[in-house]
C-alpha cells in the first residue's frame, strides 16, 4: 500500500530554515509528480510545491518562490522540502502528496512553527 512519511518539521525563529522530507513506499516513485502541501490552523490545506518525474521541472505557490526548493531521489524514494528564510506565516502542518489514478495519497505530516 502507498505509504509516506514526513519528517523533519520543528520549531524555528523567523529567518531560519527547514528541510522537511518525505519517505515514499509501495509504489514506483519515479513513475509520479510529487507534491508538498500545508494546513495552518483554521484555514483550508493549500499546495505548495511540485517537482516532476526526473526532478527537472518544479513549481511553487507566489509565497514561497526563492524561499523554498522541493527536490527528489529517486534511488531513495524521498521528495524534500529545503526552506529557508522562514516567516512566522509558514508556520502549518506540512504533507506530503501523491495522485494517482484519481486518488489522493497523504501522509500524517510534519508540523513547522516559525516563532521568536
Known amino acids: 500500500q502507498v505509504q509516506l512519511v514526513e519528517s523533519g518539521g520543528g520549531l524555528v525563529q523567523p529567518g531560519g530554515s527547514l528541510r522537511l522530507s518525505c519517505a515514499a513506499s509501495?509504489?514506483?516513485?519515479?513513475?509520479?509528480?510529487m507534491n508538498w502541501y500545508r494546513q495552518a490552523p483554521g484555514k483550508e490545506r493549500e499546495w505548495v510545491a511540485r517537482?516532476?518525474?526526473?526532478?527537472?521541472?518544479?513549481a511553487y505557490t507566489d509565497s514561497v518562490k526563492g524561499r523554498f526548493t522541493i527536490s527528489r531521489d529517486n534511488t531513495k524514494n524521498t521528495v524534500s522540502l529545503q526552506m529557508n528564510t522562514l516567516k512566522p506565516e509558514d508556520t502549518a502542518r506540512y504533507y506530503c502528496?501523491?495522485?494517482?489514478?484519481?486518488?489522493?495519497?497523504w501522509g500524517r505530516g510534519t508540523q513547522v512553527t516559525v516563532s521568536s
Open positions: 502528496h501523491v495522485g494517482m489514478a484519481l486518488i489522493d495519497y
Open positions: 517537482i516532476s518525474y526526473t526532478g527537472g521541472n518544479t
Open positions: 509501495g509504489f514506483t516513485f519515479s513513475n509520479y509528480f
